[in-house]
């Protein structure tokens, strides 16, 4: 049978690098024993302009119905003033929200030929390797009161809420101790619980997840501040970093930025699995964002989209050989020394998004 | 008239790096021709040992009396226990929302003679002068409801809650204004518009503030996940970065570990000038924790405690050139190879806390 993917190009260089994961998809497809379906919808600023709205119900029917969602980017200041129901990013929050996908997977890897393009010393960040696994359908991202109320006299007041259940945490600290199973052992905790009640009962819950089977994990505890600088510090302290959605969203991109490739890193959404079929709703994104400023100008770096798909084939369809293989195509087309303008050091030549894909075929069709 | 400071040690190495800022006050006293009468009160886990408290009310009513107060750092894994409204973070907390501290300073320098400290490398660091404008007595650190709900079934709820009103946004940004014109006359505001309805405001009434009066000041607005990375990728392009409570204590510490030397980095929160006297409510605390893993040793850097000293000097009491004697007074220590063990390179000799108080007392001598 074959296996759904919705693609969502989104706004700025989404439709450009989503362009390149075709390619890889029509790869698998022909030359790697697969057999992926692929439709395609609009997400962002993009569908706002063709129907008023962040998403339509028909892609979000879709998103809902397929075995995996390839997502691009949205926003760009073409946008900034729509109204915040239907901003880009409305569209995204959404699709999160209704399929339910509650554990984000950000890796932060330092590739070997790219160690050089950190702001960080070498040594600080070569060889590299933490996984963030980030809560992404609560927090303060969804609770309410959300909204800003006029107070008269020239006085409004913005209020958002933070809130979190037990078994918010519970699953989520779930999903990190058994994902550092299969890595380094070893989950950081991460919250305020010093000045915030949410972050009193994450601690409380993760702890407690914990000694319910899990204790062969180290684990450990770190305030958000503090987290944020250690990340600075030392980064390679880290294995599995579990934080809440606010958190980390800050913490995923100062570890993203510490690599120093931050168009080569991808990101996965999951949900949990079905109770019958076992199977996870999921979305695969790059951490980077749609970088209206070179949407266009073929300069865009396709490899964090390209290895999202890389993780769609982890994690959605189990194929660990094949995930292995596109990111060995993706190292090697490193190794020849390739670099998109975001990665290349001063001096170095550079290769388009179009030239960038085609050499991770070429790499495919070579291993 | 004399001045008065009110000296809160708190815990961990705080009385330790207290002591050396003693020296410095004596110093200005007897030979800077400044009439500085100290008094000394409890805050944290000590002040909860001595009366079950994190502050008392007559140390209270002595800070909102002081002229100025010199805060040490508060808490540690011995209180870790302690029920959360008497936690040590419980007595900073309320100095910070009964004095209406509302404008908390941040700089983060680099210092010359350490920009090989930092994990960055050094055309990243050196020469970074940033402040970073911090809301201090708003935001999710306050606002209500902020609390753990039982709902039964072992299922809990925790709840925070971030307030922001038009007046408080205004005011913290006319600081932030007003400190870029003494600078390099720029400022960045950092909040999350994309999620939050306070950031909506936040970035309103921000742009407002500056249309009504600050013009001649360049301003910029970037989403707070965004600001982190350009902290790590390139933070010298910010002078001025202006942010709520809670992405202001997360940001401020990703920026103060930039500059390698965390034990350095002093801060003031500041009230409003009184409408009669003019003078402000103040408060003067190192960027860096209370470090009890280090407690006793005579390791801690004395340097963050007695720059914030030197803020007081001059935020407080108007003495520029005091405060710009005792800048170069630790300066010159430093470019003499002082090192205390936090921001030795590896193998360069240490000195202890009291050794390093001495030496920049030496260096005020010669100046
Ligand atoms: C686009 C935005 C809503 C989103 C977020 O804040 O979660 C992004 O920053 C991310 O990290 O995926
Ligand atoms: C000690 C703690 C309550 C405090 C804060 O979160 O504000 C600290 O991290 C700081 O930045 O001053």
Same mark, same amino acid.
């Given at each position: 049978a074959s296996q759904k993917l919705l693609l969502l190009p989104g706004d700025g260089i989404g439709p450009e690098i989503m362009q390149e994961v075709k390619k890889v998809i029509a790869w698998f497809n022909e030359k790697g024993g697969m057999s992926f379906e692929t439709d395609e919808g609009l997400v962002g600023g993009s569908a706002y302009d063709a129907h008023g709205q962040s998403i339509s119900e028909e892609d979000m029917a879709k998103a809902m119905a397929a075995d995996a969602v390839i997502f691009g980017a949205v926003g760009g200041p073409k946008w900034d003033d729509v109204p915040y129901e239907v901003r880009p990013e409305?569209?995204?929050?959404?699709l999160r929200k209704d399929m339910q996908l509650f554990a984000n997977l950000r890796p932060a890897i330092c590739y070997p030929a790219l160690a050089d393009a950190s702001s960080l010393k070498k040594d600080v960040i070569e060889g590299l390797d933490i996984l963030i696994v980030r809560e992404l359908t609560g927090g303060v991202y969804f609770g309410e009161p959300k909204e800003i109320i006029d107070l008269g006299n020239g006085q409004k007041r913005g209020i958002d809420t933070q809130v979190y259940d037990t /078994? *918010?945490?519970?699953?989520? &600290?779930?999903?990190?101790?058994?994902?550092a199973r299969t890595r380094g052992?070893?989950?950081?905790?991460?919250?305020k619980r010093n000045v915030m009640k949410s972050g009193v009962l994450w601690n409380e819950v993760v702890t407690q997840t914990h000694k319910n089977g899990y204790e062969d994990v180290q684990l450990?505890?770190?305030l958000a501040d503090a987290g944020g600088m250690q990340l600075v510090r030392w980064p390679k302290q880290f294995d599995v970093i579990v934080t809440d959605n606010l958190f980390g969203d800050m913490l995923s991109d100062v570890a993203a930025m510490l690599t120093g490739s931050l168009g080569m890193l991808p990101s996965a959404s999951l949900g949990a699995p079905d109770g019958v079929t076992g199977k996870r709703k999921?979305? /695969? *994104?790059?951490?980077h964002? &749609?970088?209206?400023?070179?949407?266009?100008t073929g300069a865009a770096n396709p490899i964090a989209m390209i290895a999202s798909f890389g993780m769609a084939l982890r994690y959605s369809f189990e194929e660990v050989a094949a995930a292995d293989k596109l990111d060995k195509a993706i190292a090697n087309a490193l190794d020849k020394g390739l670099r998109t303008k975001d990665i290349a050091a001063p001096g170095q030549a550079t290769v388009s998004t179009v030239e960038m894909g085609d050499a991770i075929i070429a790499e495919l069709d070579a291993l």
């Amino acid at each position: 049978a074959s296996q759904k993917l919705l693609l969502l190009p989104g706004d700025g260089i989404g439709p450009e690098i989503m362009q390149e994961v075709k390619k890889v998809i029509a790869w698998f497809n022909e030359k790697g024993g697969m057999s992926f379906e692929t439709d395609e919808g609009l997400v962002g600023g993009s569908a706002y302009d063709a129907h008023g709205q962040s998403i339509s119900e028909e892609d979000m029917a879709k998103a809902m119905a397929a075995d995996a969602v390839i997502f691009g980017a949205v926003g760009g200041p073409k946008w900034d003033d729509v109204p915040y129901e239907v901003r880009p990013e409305a569209g995204l929050l959404r699709l999160r929200k209704d399929m339910q996908l509650f554990a984000n997977l950000r890796p932060a890897i330092c590739y070997p030929a790219l160690a050089d393009a950190s702001s960080l010393k070498k040594d600080v960040i070569e060889g590299l390797d933490i996984l963030i696994v980030r809560e992404l359908t609560g927090g303060v991202y969804f609770g309410e009161p959300k909204e800003i109320i006029d107070l008269g006299n020239g006085q409004k007041r913005g209020i958002d809420t933070q809130v979190y259940d037990t /078994y *918010e945490i519970e699953r989520i &600290s779930g999903v990190a101790f058994e994902l550092a199973r299969t890595r380094g052992n070893k989950v950081t905790s991460m919250e305020k619980r010093n000045v915030m009640k949410s972050g009193v009962l994450w601690n409380e819950v993760v702890t407690q997840t914990h000694k319910n089977g899990y204790e062969d994990v180290q684990l450990e505890h770190m305030l958000a501040d503090a987290g944020g600088m250690q990340l600075v510090r030392w980064p390679k302290q880290f294995d599995v970093i579990v934080t809440d959605n606010l958190f980390g969203d800050m913490l995923s991109d100062v570890a993203a930025m510490l690599t120093g490739s931050l168009g080569m890193l991808p990101s996965a959404s999951l949900g949990a699995p079905d109770g019958v079929t076992g199977k996870r709703k999921a979305l /695969y *994104e790059p951490v980077h964002g &749609s970088a209206p400023d070179i949407a266009g100008t073929g300069a865009a770096n396709p490899i964090a989209m390209i290895a999202s798909f890389g993780m769609a084939l982890r994690y959605s369809f189990e194929e660990v050989a094949a995930a292995d293989k596109l990111d060995k195509a993706i190292a090697n087309a490193l190794d020849k020394g390739l670099r998109t303008k975001d990665i290349a050091a001063p001096g170095q030549a550079t290769v388009s998004t179009v030239e960038m894909g085609d050499a991770i075929i070429a790499e495919l069709d070579a291993l």
